[in-house]
């Protein structure tokens, strides 16, 4: 269901901005190897199959977060985890989507 949502909105541009205002948090949820080959600055790194066991350390940023990875289907998953257990995020897709706006 999740990966449908990132079709549903054609510019996540406004989200993205209003979550950057409000002070979110980037999660890049990529490889390490992925990581190392670039991202955003200033990101939070935490690969995705980590985020269950890192629950308390994302809820303890106290602010949104934005999850973002290479395409948008990892971050789909973080963000539906992650939303399901009270944490206030979207789905930024690709990590450069983001990246623009920083």
């Known amino acids: 269901m999740v990966f449908f949502d990132m079709f549903k909105?054609?510019?996540?541009?406004s989200?993205?901005?209003?979550?950057?205002?409000?002070?979110?948090?980037?999660?890049?949820?990529?490889t390490q190897m992925e990581w190392d080959e670039g991202h955003s600055e200033g990101a939070k790194h935490i690969v995705l199959n980590l985020i269950p066991l890192k629950i308390e350390e994302i809820k303890a940023f106290n602010k949104p977060v934005i999850?973002?990875?290479?395409?948008g289907g990892r971050s789909g998953q973080a963000t539906q985890f992650l939303a399901n257990n009270g944490v206030d995020v979207i789905n930024g897709g690709p990590w450069q989507n983001v990246d623009q706006y920083l």
Do not use: Q
Request: proline share 0%; aromatic share 4%.
């Open 9 to 13: 909105r054609k510019d996540m541009g």
């Open 15 to 30: 989200e993205i901005k209003e979550y950057l205002d409000k002070g979110a948090i980037v999660l890049d949820v990529r």
């Open 67 to 71: 999850a973002v990875c290479k395409s």
